[in-house]
């Protein structure tokens, strides 16, 4: 058992013991070291003003991943290389980065800049990036600056990114890998009392007990949704768990039958797999958050919290993805569809975790859509999300899965539209209306701040409608948001 956390800064060893179960990697900057470069704006995770990089060891080699510091837990950082915006400058020389920053004009009231220079620091890092506006502003997503306007600082990335790294931290990479392997121990971590701690177990058998012993605790994968309650909802949280250095929960496995994801995999680790899987799901893995928030957040964290417009939900429900549940009792599996009891009810029992899903690949018969519909492109939680498979035999419809989000209290399989679309026929759009009619037996729909439940109704018909129209092959490249948005970047080149 380990009573700290320990984790690099500056190229050295830190160690703490003194680690608060809801502390923010952002206040123990502000608060504690008195580093005040990373700034705080929204608290959310949605403007990164706060971004700060982490590096951590991926297959051996050293990955730097930009992160919100305000969401993120200050234990969450065991094991890793914290990167602030103080690290940057060697000797009164500005980084790169930095001085591209200044060259491009890329900073007015320089309350942004922090978080901007953060982010291309991991953008530098990043290898085999194609240089492009449209990967800049990709990775970028998650900044929003007020005053400068974003062209000088795409320039400044174009200009700073995109070369070998020539830096502090490429020259000291061998030492930095050393030392994070030094920093990888398989002990517990537990820090403060039974009633009220951070812990983070090294195995599944250890956060098995651990969980079965406080049922009452916090599990915490990325803290992208659990951040919030602490920044937002100013939730008391005194037992927090943290998933994060239990070997094998990252994994995530390709295979001709599908893709397994561990319950720790990240949007970030899981998007090649899920493109592979679906062009689709390639496309909706990129719209979630932003490049900070996949980074942390979790595919098992987006089931787990159950809400009714996570974005991933449908789409898995759709394909038919089993999920794995594990406790001190032993461990089951169910369909997904069956784990949303109720608003805010999943099927989990006390001491109960996710350990992971089964995405099943669609067979050379099935055809597989979806679409997210929200008012931004990037950075925006769904108003509705609409996914489909079929499974097209001689051009008939014999089976159908079909699912949405943002439309019931859960995410919800459309089982009267499935059953009408049976039987369908893909060359006549006629038998398509009754799938269409059956969604109104389906979903009722509410209205809230995001759309109107007669907006959802007329989305969630009209995905279906685009979805047969996509797959029978009578629809128009136009209807993708995708084009459209790919049209006007090059219009900005
Ligand atoms: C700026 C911003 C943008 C976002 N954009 C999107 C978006 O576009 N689409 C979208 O769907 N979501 C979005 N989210 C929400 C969030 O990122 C996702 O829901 C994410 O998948 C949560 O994963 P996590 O690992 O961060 O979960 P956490 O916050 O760590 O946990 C979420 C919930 O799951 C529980 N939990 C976590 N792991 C387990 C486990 N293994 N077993 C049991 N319970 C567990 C936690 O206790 C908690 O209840 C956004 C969030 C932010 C801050
Ligand atoms: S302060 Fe806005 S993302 Fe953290
Ligand atoms: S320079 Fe002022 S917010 Fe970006």
Redesign the pocket.
């Known amino acids: 058992m380990r009573d700290t956390i320990r984790f690099l800064k500056g190229g050295q060893v830190v160690e703490l013991e003194n680690v608060g179960p809801t502390e923010t990697v952002l206040d123990y900057l502000r608060l504690r070291c008195r580093q005040t470069g990373t700034k705080e704006g929204?608290g959310?995770?949605?403007c990164g003003a706060c971004t700060v990089a982490l590096g951590r060891l991926v297959d051996g080699k050293l990955v730097y991943q930009p992160v919100?510091s305000c969401?993120l837990l200050l234990g969450m950082i065991d094991g890793a290389e914290l990167v602030t915006v103080e690290d940057l400058a060697l000797d009164s020389k500005l980084h790169p980065v930095q001085a591209a920053m200044v060259e491009f004009h890329g900073s007015q009231c320089g309350f942004c800049t922090p978080g901007f220079v953060m982010s291309l620091f991991t953008l530098y890092h990043a290898h085999g990036q194609e240089k492009s506006r449209k990967a800049v502003t990709e990775w970028i997503a998650?900044n929003l600056c007020r005053c400068t306007g974003y062209r000088p600082i795409v320039d400044a990335a174009l200009d700073a990114c995109f070369d070998a790294a020539d830096d502090a931290f490429s020259w000291r990479a061998n030492e930095t890998r050393e030392l994070l392997q030094k920093l990888a121990d398989s002990r517990d971590v537990f820090i403060g009392e039974s009633d009220s701690f951070f812990s983070s177990p090294a195995t599944l058998d250890g956060l098995a007990a651990l969980y079965g012993q406080h049922p009452d605790a916090?599990?915490?994968?990325?803290?992208?949704?659990?951040?919030?309650?602490i920044t937002k909802q100013l939730r008391d949280l005194p037992k927090m768990i943290?998933?994060g250095r239990i070997e094998g929960?990252e994994r995530v496995e390709s295979s001709p039958s599908g893709v397994l994801i561990g319950?720790?995999a990240?949007?970030e680790t899981t998007e090649e797999a899920m493109s592979d899987l679906s062009p689709d799901l390639g496309v909706l893995w990129k719209?979630?958050?932003?490049k900070?928030?996949?980074a942390?957040?979790?595919?098992?964290?987006?089931?787990?919290?159950?809400?009714p417009?996570?974005?991933?939900?449908p789409a898995l429900i759709a394909l038919g993805t089993t999920l794995e549940?594990h406790s001190s009792e032993g461990s089951r599996a169910l369909p997904l569809e069956k784990f949303f009891l109720d608003y805010g009810k999943q099927d989990?029992n006390s001491g109960?975790?996710?350990?992971g899903l089964f995405v099943p690949r669609p067979s050379s018969n099935q055809a597989f859509r979806c679409y997210?519909i929200?008012k931004r492109f990037d950075?925006?939680?769904?108003s509705v999300?609409g996914a489909f498979r079929f499974t097209i035999d001689d051009g008939t419809i014999t089976d159908a899965r079909i699912a949405y989000?943002g439309m019931a209290a859960t995410p919800k399989r459309a089982e009267h539209a499935e059953r009408a679309l049976t039987g369908a026929l893909m060359d006549d759009p006629s038998t398509w209306g009754a799938g269409m009619q059956a969604l109104l037996s389906d979903y009722k729909p509410m209205t809230d701040m995001r759309a109107s439940a007669e907006y959802r109704m007329e989305t969630a018909r009209a995905l279906l409608a685009k979805a047969l129209m996509e797959i029978s092959g009578t629809a128009p490249d136009e209807i993708r948001v995708l084009a459209i948005r790919e049209a006007d970047n090059d219009r900005a080149a």
């Open positions: 929204c959310e995770g949605d919100n969401i998650g916090t599990l915490v994968a990325g803290a992208t949704d659990v951040g919030l309650w943290w998933l929960l319950a720790m990240t949007y719209r979630i958050g932003s900070q928030v996949r942390s957040g979790t595919v098992g964290g987006n089931i787990a919290n159950g809400s417009i996570g974005d991933t939900p549940l989990r109960e975790f996710v350990t997210k929200s950075q925006d939680i769904s999300m989000g």
